[in-house]
């Protein structure tokens, strides 16, 4: 993500981003490295996700 775009965020209010479970934990700490410290990001969370053939999150990044 962009510097400017975390600016833009905070700027707004945006303290926290809610993701998807597809994401999966590398997903997950992908987007907390680009935000930074200063907005929390978490995620609903279940392996095996549906939308994804029933893989976890985890399978889907390691493929990138």
Known sequence: MPSWSKKKLVAKGCSAIELCA?????????????????????A??????PDLAFKSGDEVFVEF
């Open 22 to 42: 597809g994401f999966g934990n590398e997903g997950i700490a992908r987007i907390q490295c680009a935000v930074g410290p200063g907005i929390a990001v978490g």
């Open 44 to 49: 609903v969370k279940f392996d095996f996700h």
